[in-house]
């Protein structure tokens, strides 16, 4: 094996805590390129909202790692928004129980990319309250894709790409969860500061564009590591041939 390769900095640290004795690359998730007539801007809402009220996302698995039984309590406390929660898994009937029959929330079931760009555009933040380590976290940079805000729970590598992006928040309680909600939804400036901050990020840090290279040069450092040791061993191959 001639590289390893993290997909955060906190991926990297865990395996180094852990024990891992080899040196790693950082190398993150990324996504295609933004369409090139936005020409560097960040996406507007276009379009109509998929849902009547505003609205908070989920987008995910549904298992209990996932965090949502940490969210949607929260929800019978904040009446000024929805949740909706876009996916599927063996936790769900759990979590559909859990929400009982809580107007504000609703469960989408699996939708196709093109609808979920739409569910991220219209929203009002990005909820990800995962209470496992992640290796990186693909539905932040989906989010900022679209030039919406994420509000996510102080784990894992989460608040190093919030502190990367400017692009959202953290909360690790229910209450810290509920006031993140309430200043994004009243303060428009705020969160649209977070969220043009967070699509420049990921233009800048999380596109094909900038990946792809240092990806191609990873691959080619290790190439030329791999020639120089097979031109060691080739010498000394020599050597032993020629005594």
Known sequence: MDVFIAMSEFS???HREFGFPRDMEVLPYFLPDPDPKLDRVAP?????SP???????????????????????????YRDADLLIAGDGDYGSALKRLA?????????????????????????????PSVCFETFGIILI?????????IARRIGPFPEIIQLSCGGELFATEDELVTAMARLQNDVAHREALGAAGFESYRTRWSESQVVPRYLDIVRRAASRGRAGRRSADRFEDGCRED
Do not use: C, W
């Open 142 to 150: 989906e989010s900022f894709k679209q030039a919406t805000p994420v």
């Open 44 to 48: 507007g809402r276009s379009g109509d």
């Open 12 to 14: 990297r640290d865990k």
């Open 51 to 77: 849902h009547p009220r505003p609205y908070f996302l989920f987008v995910g698995r549904l298992e209990r790692i996932k965090g949502l039984d940490d969210v949607i309590p929260a929800f019978e406390r």
């Open 100 to 128: 009982g029959d809580n107007p504000r929330i609703t469960f989408l079931g699996r939708i196709d990319m093109a609808s979920l760009e739409q569910y991220y555009k219209h929203a009002i933040a990005l909820i990800v």
